[in-house]
């Protein structure tokens, strides 16, 4: 089994690895924007639009102008790389508005604005360090080792630090599945009040770190909004609210890693629900609770996890009544989001919503994969 693996890791560099990361991500800058020019203005006149193809032989004579010299300093590879993300911007827009949606289209990228480049190849690592073409070796700031082989490479600024985000293939050997055995099954339901119940009826709750977290950043959101715009106090909020968005972002992640691991080692089979996330973000009302908490990222992990331990990952259908049905004796009834407890009229059952809809989640995956021959 060949799986991809990302290795993200905050780069160390010295001062001159600092000064070429900055010069690197803004001649790709450069040349996205200046390919990105080119597109339009060739649409506008001509009502052709540019390849990849075309653009990459125009990278040649950039180099060779006394006024685009510096280019010739950045890694070949990088800077075609910077035309084939420009590509794939304008493929991602299309695709979108064939499918009926209104996208925006690609834009011209500032300085300071998502600062990063990308290598498609010859990047190596060692335990604590990368080579980076025309660079060299950059420490960085983790003991893991690098698995596999790597596809590609983003170097890229968040706030004041650099990340490298390693992209690799690694082959693993194709675990054995292990058999569906109903004492080692467990349903989970995603809720707003608790991040997760189990079928257990363990409840999960969105640890502490994650909230003052939040917390913090809803403060400075504030604090920015009451600032002038453009001013240097403005400007020096907005620095610590990216700063604060990037340690939620973190926190969240490193709680999903946490608690999938945990779910994926004490379980060989993990129910979910398919939420389609994207649909219920819609929702207004629900869409702010729904997006800070983070479950794609979390059911994505619980699913990879599984594969990799040979565990069953199922995912039921979103129209199962789960949160309707009673567990016990499977009657229905209605549930608005405000009542918390279910209290069954037919067998006397009285739970908590969310256990009761895990429970419903645990049955609905062993019958799937018992149908599936599973067992
Ligand atoms: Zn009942």
């Known amino acids: 089994m060949i799986v ?9 560099p010295n001062a001159g690895q600092r000064q070429l990361f900055a010069r690197f991500a803004g001649c790709c800058r450069f040349v996205f924007n200046q390919g990105l020019a080119a597109r339009k203005a060739s649409y506008e006149t001509e009502g052709k639009t540019l390849s990849y193809a075309d653009q990459c032989k125009a990278l040649p004579d950039m180099k060779k102008a006394e006024a685009t010299a510096w280019l010739r300093k950045v890694h070949s590879q990088v800077l075609q790389q910077a035309l084939k993300d420009l590509d794939a911007a304008y493929q991602h827009f299309f695709r979108r508005v064939k499918g009926g949606e209104v996208p925006g289209f690609p834009r011209f990228k500032k300085k300071g604005q998502k600062d990063a480049f990308r290598y498609p190849q010859g990047v190596k690592a060692e335990a604590g360090r990368v080579y980076l073409p025309k660079i060299g070796w950059v420490a960085y700031r983790d003991s893991r080792p690098v698995e596999g082989v790597i ?68 403060q400075a959101q504030r604090r920015l909004a009451r600032k002038t715009k453009r ?13 604060l968005h990037i340690q939620v972002k973190n926190a969240r992640k490193d709680f999903a890693h946490k608690a999938s691991t945990v779910i994926v080692k004490n379980h060989d089979v993990i129910a ?10 819609k929702n207004r009302r629900l869409s702010r609770a729904i997006s800070d908490v983070g479950w794609g990222l979390f059911l994505d992990m619980l699913a990879y996890k599984a594969a990799w331990a040979g565990k069953h990952f199922v995912k039921i259908g979103r129209f199962e ?20 407890t279910y209290a069954c009229g037919g067998c006397g059952t009285v739970m908590d919503r969310d256990w009761n809809a895990s429970l419903n989640i645990r049955a609905a995956g062993l019958a799937v994969l018992n149908a599936c021959g599973g067992v």
């Open 4 to 12: 991809a693996k990302t290795f993200r890791f905050r780069l160390e």
């Open 151 to 218: 596809l590609q490479a983003t170097i890229k600024r968040e706030g004041e630090h650099w990340f490298v985000s390693l992209a690799c293939e690694v082959e693993l050997q194709d675990p054995a599945p292990l058999p569906v055995t109903e004492e080692r099954a467990v349903g989970i339901d995603v809720g707003l009040k608790s991040f997760a119940v189990l079928s257990d009826g363990t409840a999960i709750e969105n640890p502490r770190y994650l909230k003052s977290a939040l917390a913090k950043l809803k």
């Open 231 to 243: 001013s240097n106090n403005w400007k020096k909020q907005v620095a610590k609210v990216v700063k």
């Open 272 to 281: 979910v629900e398919d939420l389609n996330i994207k649909g219920m973000v």
């Open 321 to 340: 009544a789960t949160s309707k049905t009673c567990s016990t004796c499977g009657e229905k009834k209605a549930m608005p989001l405000s009542v918390r």
